[in-house]
């Protein structure tokens, strides 16, 4: 795979390396023998990958997180039992303390690369983050490396992902490729078991042989993440309505089509996205449930006739949040963790992959 990364981002990178490699570069590269995995993440969010290890019922002990976001740091620490927490990957103290691990995850900022982002890709201030993502790897060698994105990165900026993978096949040990590097697009509908609608692309580095991405899986009901019968039809149709002007305009037309379909949207289960600019429904899964998405409730339910709840979005993510105390973070610093979330049983499925190659 050949870069044509563009000249003016060549001269970025090269600057950014050299002074990373300044700081930090003569950090052990040694990684000791474990039994129990010793795992870290940066842009740790709400550490999907601990639930994930926890379902694999693999050991580990939590050597590092990393997260900027104050509401992030309080639950985590409320919830698990971080050796160490990090709040600035770009931090002098993160490039020189930050402890050697032997899996590492980074859901990295996906604001570069979205479409409800500002799509910058790493000239931004938010794409820099992935160079010291890339130098942490370089200068500690963790055994197995995870990395999460959205699609974007793949459809808008493939030059950024050609500087990853191959950023990560030049890091050598010994005069030798450290890392089998591959990447993959996968569905936590198709691949994860969740009824959302939730792609993601993952890269892949690991240290033993080359990683076997998972197959599909069949997904479950949206009647495990969201109880309910379908409704029969009442006087009252269509019901309660959303507030806005805008999403219920867009209800009412999503409502008014399914019955000229011949549908019932009482009776089965269509899930509407109404903030899009192309409004839909769909039968029996959720559209994707980004930050702003879960900030503003989720997708309307036609057999429930309301918003999705909280906890719902949580499950659709594969966490449920009756789990997790949430004394010291508000109900939408929780949806937004929830919007920026890697699915957990999708994650199970990928780290299994990842892990066996590594070990």
């Keep these: 795979m050949s870069s044509t990364m563009p000249r003016e981002r060549e001269v970025l990178a090269e600057e950014v390396w050299a002074e990373l490699l ?14 129990t995995l010793r795992v870290g993440s940066i842009c740790s969010g709400w550490c999907s990958e601990i639930w994930a290890l926890r379902s694999l019922a693999r050991a580990h002990t939590l050597t590092f997180g990393c997260d900027s976001n104050n509401a992030c740091a309080r639950l985590c620490h409320d919830n698990f039992q971080h050796e160490q927490w990090f709040m600035d990957c770009t ?9 050697p691990v032997d899996l590492l995850l980074s859901g990295f900022p996906c604001q570069p690369y979205s479409i409800e982002g500002s799509s910058q890709g790493i000239n931004s201030v938010d794409g820099l983050v992935l160079l ?3 130098h942490y790897i370089r200068t500690r060698l963790p055994r197995s490396v995870l990395l999460e994105n959205v699609t974007g990165l793949e459809r808008d900026h493939p030059e950024t992902l050609v500087f990853i993978v191959e950023a990560l096949q030049a890091i050598q040990k010994g005069g030798r490729p450290y890392y089998h590097v591959s990447w ?17 692309l993952f ?13 599909e899986v069949p997904m479950r009901p949206i009647t495990d993440f969201i109880p309910g019968d379908p409704t029969r039809r009442g006087t009252d149709y269509p019901g309660p309505l959303p507030r806005t002007m805008t999403t219920r305009r867009n209800l009412i037309k999503l409502l008014t089509r399914l019955e ?15 903030a899009s600019m192309t409004p839909r429904a769909v039968l029996g899964w959720s559209p994707c449930l980004t930050r702003a998405r879960c900030t503003t409730g989720g997708h309307w339910l036609t057999w429930r006739q309301r918003w999705m709840h909280l906890r719902e979005i949580c ?6 949040s009756e789990l997790l105390r949430t004394d010291r973070v508000s109900q939408r610093e929780l949806a937004m ?5 890697i699915p957990i049983p999708l994650l199970a499925r990928v780290l299994q992959g990842v892990l066996a190659a590594s070990y």
């Design 22 to 35: 300044r700081i930090g570069w003569a950090l052990p590269r040694h990684l000791p023998s474990s039994t």
């Design 315 to 320: 499950l659709l993510q594969g966490l449920d």
């Design 337 to 341: 963790m929830a919007g920026n979330a």
């Design 91 to 99: 931090s002098d103290e993160f490039l020189l303390k930050s402890p």
């Design 203 to 215: 890269i892949a580095a690991t240290h033993g042989s080359a990683m076997q991405w998972p197959g």
């Design 184 to 200: 993959q697009v996968l569905n936590a509908r198709t691949h994860g078991g969740l009824p959302q609608n939730r792609p993601r």
């Design 132 to 134: 010291y993502i890339l």
């Design 260 to 274: 000229k379909e011949g549908k019932d949207p009482l009776g089965a289960h269509y899930i509407c996205d109404l």
